[in-house]
């Protein structure tokens, strides 16, 4: 999967009234753009841009090749699918189930499959990049997840992700259809906790498995202008 990202710092200036006096009252937007360009069959997904309405899939890849099938965990094992399909070749085609309701929000993660025949696929997320204190609850046992912000980077060290001894962090592979493991371990009692065979790190756009021993909280706080 080859990235492309764009951002761009917008300032919005807007006239303010506080303690009696007249001041310039500024908002920071930080929008841009995040090309992916997918050459495996199957790739695990990650939107790291808030389209601000809701981030419904439908919207975020509004018309891929039909035959092109999404998937998000359900949390229980299993799949929601969403699917592009044409079955009268004189209509339009469209997606089934229709007004799906699936989204892939800064932080969650789908499966993208490619229909046959297509060598190479290209999505585009538009939308602002989050700031401040970023909130991405884990919950116990399996979940994909995604970083929030489209940053490459080691996954505990630059995207803040709170490891404890057991958690496994799996990474899908779509050259060859299979995983890279990490897993936070203390093989030592004495010594402190590590990641084996090293730290996960992230890619802009990139899905991931965590399996995680407890609920936690993942917190980050970040800024594009600290």
């Known amino acids: 999967m ?10 919005i200036g807007v006239a303010g009234i506080a303690s009696s006096f007249a001041q310039n009252v500024y908002s920071v937007n930080v929008v841009g753009y995040i090309n992916l360009e997918l050459t495996g069959n199957f790739t695990m997904v990650a939107n790291q ?17 039909v035959g092109t099938v999404i998937s998000k965990y359900n949390g229980a094992g299993g799949y929601v699918n969403l699917t592009r399909i044409q079955p009268v070749p004189a209509n339009p085609p469209s997606w089934a189930p229709p007004n799906s309701t699936m989204t892939l929000a800064p932080g969650e993660g789908v499966f993208i499959k490619k229909p046959a025949g297509v060598t190479s696929m290209t999505l585009t997320f538009v939308g602002e ?9 884990v919950t116990a046992g399996f979940e994909i997840y995604s970083a929030m912000v489209p940053q490459d980077g080691g996954l505990a060290t630059v995207h803040a992700y709170p490891p404890e001894v057991g ?3 799996s990474k899908y592979n779509p050259t060859t259809g299979g995983y890279v493991n990490s897993s936070y371990v203390k093989p030592v009692p004495a010594n402190p906790a590590l990641w084996l065979p090293s730290e996960p790190t992230v890619a802009v756009g990139e899905a991931f498995w965590i399996k995680s021993v407890s609920a936690k909280p993942w917190d980050r706080t970040f800024n594009v202008n600290p």
């Open 2 to 11: 080859r990235t492309k990202t764009l951002i761009l710092s917008a300032m």
């Open 49 to 65: 841009l808030d389209n601000l309405n809701g981030n419904l899939v439908t919207d975020l890849i509004p018309d891929p090749p």
């Open 129 to 137: 990049v989050m700031q401040d204190v970023l909130h991405n609850p």
């Open 167 to 169: 958690d496994v962090v």
